[in-house]
T-cell receptor, first 111, second 119 residues
Framework: AQRVTQPEKLLSVFKGAPVELKCNYS??????LFWYVQYSRQRLQLLLR??SRESIKGFTADLNKGETSFHLKKPFAQEEDSAMYYC?????????????FGKGTKLSVIP | GAVVSQHPSRVICKSGTSVKIECRSL??????MFWYRQFPKQSLMLMAT?????????EQGVEKDKFLINHASLTLSTLTVTSAHPEDSSFYIC???????????????FGNGTRLTVT
């Protein structure tokens, strides 16, 4: 069975400091990994997906199959980055829809 | 703006009653929708996949007779929690994939969720 682990429930950083939200996964197939974000009082929305290899709002994430990780990084945190972040995995062959989520990490950026 | 609408956002019901939650795709058709459940400080857990025109597919451990899913049209899926009990109190979230947009746009859109409290 697939599993997504986000070891940190809460991460606090100062504005301008680098951010790394950790995500490790367990899956026997070839996974598709995502990061979703939920800002205060808003719905869950996609931040980025590993197959796109893109940077969104300054965030990047690289899939490391050797370490089974998909950590989310940003070099300089902004106050507006404060939110709940969820790492998610899609089973191979299921498209991007049937997701297994981690428990989430709450990022707090201190002004 | 929102592309998936979920209603109601909050509902309180008595034990033993049934509650229906609606999930609508607003400006696109969704042959498939997904229902998630989230306990406090826990992750979102996929409950079932709702399929228009056919039976829903339930995840292991989810009681299909307890959580009735009906995908009535290409824009509407409903989740009915039957004979609700306090342990069914949770946050229920629906999502729908949107496949009519190009690369780089999120294919999966989420509703705002429904907070169910069973007294």
């Amino acid at each position: 069975a697939q599993r997504v682990t986000q070891p940190e429930k809460l991460l606090s950083v100062f504005k301008g400091a680098p951010v790394e939200l950790k995500c490790n996964y367990s899956y026997s197939g070839s996974p598709e990994l995502f990061w979703y974000v939920q800002y205060s009082r808003q719905r869950l929305q996609l931040l980025l997906r590993h197959i796109s290899r893109e940077s969104i709002k300054g965030f990047t994430a690289d899939l490391n199959k050797g370490e089974t990780s998909f950590h989310l990084k940003k070099p300089f945190a902004q106050e507006e980055d404060s939110a709940m972040y969820y790492c998610a995995l899609s089973r191979s062959g299921a498209g991007s829809y049937q997701l297994t989520f981690g428990k989430g990490t709450k990022l707090s950026v201190i002004p | 703006g929102a592309v998936v609408s979920q209603h109601p956002s909050r509902v309180i019901c008595k034990s033993g009653t049934s509650v229906k939650i609606e999930c609508r795709s607003l400006d696109f058709q969704a042959t498939t929708m997904f229902w998630y459940r989230q306990f406090p400080k826990q992750s979102l857990m996929l409950m079932a996949t709702s399929n228009e025109g056919s039976k829903a597919t339930y995840e292991q451990g989810v009681e299909k007779d307890k959580f009735l899913i009906n995908h009535a049209s290409l824009t509407l899926s409903t989740l009915t929690v039957t004979s609700a009990h306090p342990e069914d109190s949770s946050f229920y979230i629906c999502s729908a994939p949107r496949t009519d947009q190009g690369n780089g746009v999120s294919p999966l859109h989420f509703g705002n969720g429904t907070r169910l409290t069973v007294t």
